[in-house]
T-cell receptor, first 116, second 110 residues
């Protein structure tokens, strides 16, 4: 596609429910990132996928969070047993990454998650 | 762990004043990128710096990469209301992982 696509754009869920957030990166981009941004705050790194390498999960806040990337393309971020503190905008970004010079990271519009 | 610290967290300026945000890394960076996020939007790429001591300009914006490749700055001359938003630096360390700073939120009063 023309850009990074995230769905849904908005999600309201009840506390304790599971949610799945989807990211369609730009075709051919080898690197994919998930970030979380609370209202008025900076970007919190969650997880990073690069090609066929094992993902860097060092930013996942708890074992309720997991992510996968199928076929090196689409990625799904799953949050189990959602809590109110999970409410935030979840941003996905993709880029080409090789050598020491990166292309820019393209961000999706994000999924605004509200846990009530 | 590897961190990219960005200061200040917030900056209020009068339109026409200058603004600078600073980015510091605990480790040497392969490159550094700057992004701008308008209120309600998503981060959008501004520029990438790769070489030690590199300086790049985009109109009223001046970007610098430190000699040791551990720090960077973004300076805006004569701010305008259209400059409002959050400015993020993003540094690439070992491998392909990019770490974003927490961002500096710029408020411009007309």
């Amino acid at each position: 596609g023309a850009g990074v696509s995230q769905s849904p754009s908005n999600k309201v869920t009840e506390k304790g429910k599971d949610v799945e957030l989807r990211c369609d990166p730009i075709s051919g981009h080898t690197a994919l990132y998930w970030y979380r941004q609370s209202l008025g705050q900076g970007l919190e790194f969650l997880i990073y996928f690069q090609g066929n390498s094992a993902p860097d999960k060092s930013g996942l806040p708890s074992d309720r969070f997991s992510a996968e990337r199928t076929g090196g393309s689409v990625s799904t971020l799953t949050i189990q047993r959602t809590q109110q503190e999970d409410s935030a905008v979840y941003l996905c970004a993709s880029r080409l990454a090789s050598g020491t010079v990166d292309t820019e990271a393209f961000f999706g519009q994000g999924t605004r998650l509200t846990v009530v | 762990g590897q961190q990219v610290m960005q200061i200040p967290q917030y900056q209020h300026v009068q339109e026409g004043e200058d603004f600078t945000t600073y980015c510091n890394s605990s480790t040497t960076l392969s490159n550094i990128q700057w992004y701008k996020q308008r209120p309600g939007g998503h981060p959008v790429f501004l520029i990438q710096l790769v070489k030690s001591g590199e300086v790049k300009k985009q109109k009223r914006l001046t970007f610098q990469f430190g000699e040791a490749k551990k720090n960077s700055s973004l300076h805006i001359t004569a701010t305008q209301t259209t400059d409002v938003g959050t400015y993020f630096c993003a540094g690439r360390t070992g491998g392909f992982k990019t770490i974003f700073g927490a961002g500096t939120r710029l408020f411009v009063k007309a």
